[in-house]
Each structure stands twice: as C-alpha cells, then as structure tokens.
C-alpha cells in the first residue's frame, strides 16, 4: 500500500539555451544499466545534453524498486521525462539565491561500526564495538531560490539515513515531511 505519496521534483536552472535538470526523486536509489540510461533518456526529452541532466534520490527504504519490472520502469521513465519538461518551461527570472549552513546535532548518528575482528558492521552488537568507521556529519545546508513571479524554491541537504518509516507502505520517510512542512510554511 502507500502511506504517503513519492515524488520527483525537479528544477531547471540556465541562461538563455544553456540549461540544466536536477531531479530529486523518491527513491532508495538507482543501480545498474536502468539508472545509467536515465539521464540521456531525459536529456533527449527536453533537448539538453545528458551532461546537464542530475539526479539523485532521498534513499528512502520504503519505496519500489525499479530496473526490475517492464511496465513499471517504463512509466517511471515517461514521469520523469514529464517531470524535466515541466521544469524547463516553467523556468523563471531569478531575483535572488540565498544560501545557509548549521549543524542539526542528535538528528543523525552513524550506523557502521569497526568491530573486534576488524570487519565494518551496521548496527553491530555493542560489546563487538571498537570505533566508528567514519565522522557523523551534522552539517544542514539550505538553498533558496527565489523568482520573479513564482514560488520560491527550497533545497535542502542533510548527511542522514532516512529509514524512519519502515513497514509494508510505500513512503518518502522524512524528507517527504520535510518537503511537505517547507512547502506548507510551517515549522518544527
């Protein structure tokens, strides 16, 4: 079933015809020869190079997996083709960027572990504990854009894994809340 929905949500950013896609899509990730088609199937959509089609998922866990099912793939591909040309026409003058960095502390902790036998673990035991395998990153950056006559637009980056959710439901986890409290004004 589906708990929440999933989406790609995309933005176009250029001058004149030199232009580019980023698309954000809702999805644990993409792997193998479907997700290296991706970019020039979207770039021959909207006529841009692939070189200046980017995109990358929130990592959600509860979302479908795709390269796997024909049907599915194919319409997945078509929404965000879809997605990019809304994106590229609905491109506005830009009248500002602004741009802020803080730390998020206790939101985020690392899951890999170095443990006894010198292997790297997730969530391991913690009598087999002997360090982290890597620095936690409590880093947040956020970008606002905001255009002439159109919504501003919102871009956040934060080093955390979004397996919040978890269960049978397809979800967008904690970046779906996120982009729903930014888009509703709302705070917390």
């Not at 803080?102 to 360090?131: C, H, M, Q, W």
């Not at 002439?148 to 269960?167: C, L, M, R, W, Y």
Request: aromatic share 10%; charged share 25%; net charge negative.
């Amino acid at each position: 079933g589906v708990l929440d929905p999933l989406f790609v949500n995309a933005i176009a950013f250029g001058r004149g015809d030199d232009c580019a896609v980023l698309l954000c899509l809702d999805l644990l990730g993409l792997y193998g020869t479907f997700a290296g088609q991706l970019p020039e199937k979207v770039a021959s959509a909207v006529g841009l190079p692939k070189e200046a089609v980017f995109i990358c998922c929130t990592h959600t866990h509860t979302s479908p997996s795709l390269g796997t099912d024909a049907l599915y793939d194919e319409w997945f591909v078509r929404r965000l083709c879809d997605a990019a040309t809304i994106a590229m026409r609905e491109r506005k003058p830009v009248t500002d960027v602004q741009w802020a960095e803080a730390n998020a502390e206790g939101l985020a902790f690392v899951r890999r572990y170095y443990i006894k036998d010198g292997t790297v673990l997730t969530n391991p035991l913690a009598s087999e504990v002997v360090r982290y395998a890597c620095e936690n990153d409590d880093s947040m950056r956020l970008v606002r854009i905001l255009r002439k006559d159109a919504p501003e637009i919102a871009i956040v980056n934060f080093q955390s894994h979004p397996d919040n959710t978890g269960g049978e439901y397809y979800s967008a986890d904690y970046p779906g809340a996120l982009r729903d409290r930014v888009e509703q004004g709302r705070s917390g």
